[in-house]
């Protein structure tokens, strides 16, 4: 029995050893799970809200609150206690967001709160895998439409060539020349489902290729991905079993609310050719949002006219919106695809032409601007004076 929960269950992967605990912290949150790998430990929670049946969206919140007594620390300077979410945090949090959103049930409106509180650090272990790891245990337990469990690991290359999961910072440091961050889930046919790569070099990686360290070029990036397939199984089990040996809390009725039904997507599809014209026909970036929104103006005049008779005019011009938004993912998917060409005209490896200009402004110490395209950056630089230097 761990020191932080009634039930506990761990899996080693590679001399690496996660473990979950649960049953004792935060009963009264749908589910709690505390997760631990070495001497970093994450307590998370999952709770359900009521339905916000007005949102257009899945009011999802994944939090990550960092803590100064985690790492043995009391806040300093002019404010003693804990400031706004650091840059880590707000990172962690999306990297558990990615995965963990699309995996919830279609048309889901009630409120989902997943927090991740650091409860301890020793700086050792990175805390944003094992928090991926605990949102997903957390959520199967607080009994909510989800379709888990979702597993995540870091999987970095060593200067040998090899991959290693879950590295600690000093390898990171030293001899980590890639990484990426992993999640995916089992799906029905048993196969491993990739959700989410999130993947860098790193700070390192130049100096260490100098030295004779391999390049991560796009066939090993690959085969690491079909062998890190074999690390999320393992995690999905553990997760599995955690919550096996727990009691659910009962699912509740939880309400679906679909964007736009087959009906409505059968009357704006008819405006599909019209919509593929609007794409491909040449034209500045202006013109072409001209021409679709022609076709949208269209196409809600449509449905509203002639769609569904049991849904009210301004339900099927919000459901007319929402399937119009749908098709054009569909066509511009498949554009690219079937033809691979952009809807810009671009091959899937063309650049937007680059351009930059220094020194546009004369007063301030640096200036310039990049361009991408259409996308512009002004850059400004100001030196503080010498008065202001350390004392």
């Known amino acids: 029995m761990g020191k932080l929960g009634t039930v506990e269950h761990q899996v080693t992967i590679a001399d690496r050893t996660l473990r979950f605990e649960a049953g ?31 949102l257009g969206f899945f009011p999802l919140t994944v939090d990550v609150e960092e803590r100064m007594y985690a790492a043995g620390k009391i806040p300093g300077g002019f404010f003693k206690r804990e400031g706004r979410p650091s840059e880590n945090a707000i990172l962690t949090a999306r990297l558990i967001d990615r995965p963990m959103r699309p995996t919830f049930a279609e048309g889901l409106r009630n409120e989902i709160q997943i927090v991740n509180t650091i409860l301890q650090t020793g700086q050792v272990d990175p805390y944003d895998v094992v928090a991926i790891n605990a949102s997903s245990v957390a959520t199967m337990l607080a009994g909510v439409p989800f379709d888990g469990p979702v597993a995540g690991v870091r999987y970095a290359m060593r200067t040998d060539g ?12 030293t001899e980590i020349v890639f990484q990426m961050v992993v999640a995916g889930r089992v799906d029905d046919q048993g196969d491993v489902a990739i959700l989410m790569i999130e993947a860098d070099a790193t700070e390192n990686a130049w100096q260490l290729i100098q030295d004779g360290a391999p390049q991560p070029t796009e066939e090993r990036i690959g085969e690491a991905i079909e062998a890190v397939k074999g690390v999320l199984r393992q995690l999905c089990e553990a997760q599995q079993a955690i919550v096996a040996k ?11 609310f679909v964007d736009y039904s087959d009906a409505v997507f059968s009357h704006v599809e008819r405006f599909a050719d019209r919509l593929r014209e609007a794409y491909t026909t040449p034209g ?10 022609a076709v949208r103006a269209d196409v809600i005049e449509d449905v509203r006219a002639g769609g569904p008779a049991h849904l009210a005019e301004d339900d099927r011009a919000t459901q007319a919106r929402q399937a119009f938004r749908a098709l054009e993912k569909r066509i511009v998917r498949k554009l690219l695809t079937e033809t691979g060409v952009r809807v810009d005209g ?25 361009q991408r395209g259409e996308t512009q950056v002004v850059n400004v630089l100001a030196l503080g004076p010498l008065r202001e230097s350390q004392r």
Not at 162 to 173: A, G, S
Request: charged share 25%; hydrophobic share 35%; net charge neutral.
């Open 346 to 370: 671009r091959g899937p490896k063309d650049l937007r032409p680059v351009t930059t200009e220094v020194n546009v402004l004369d007063k301030v110490h640096g200036s310039s601007i990049f």
């Open 24 to 54: 004792k912290l935060a009963q009264q949150a749908g589910g709690s799970v505390v997760a631990s790998m070495g001497d970093t430990t994450v307590l998370t929670t999952t709770t359900a809200g009521p339905v916000k049946e007005h």
């Open 162 to 173: 090899t991959w290693v999961p879950f590295p600690t910072f000093e390898q990171l440091d």
């Open 284 to 293: 500045t970036k202006q013109e072409k949002n001209e021409r679709i929104a």
């Open 246 to 256: 727990l009691e659910r809390r009962e699912a509740a009725d939880y309400p679906r």
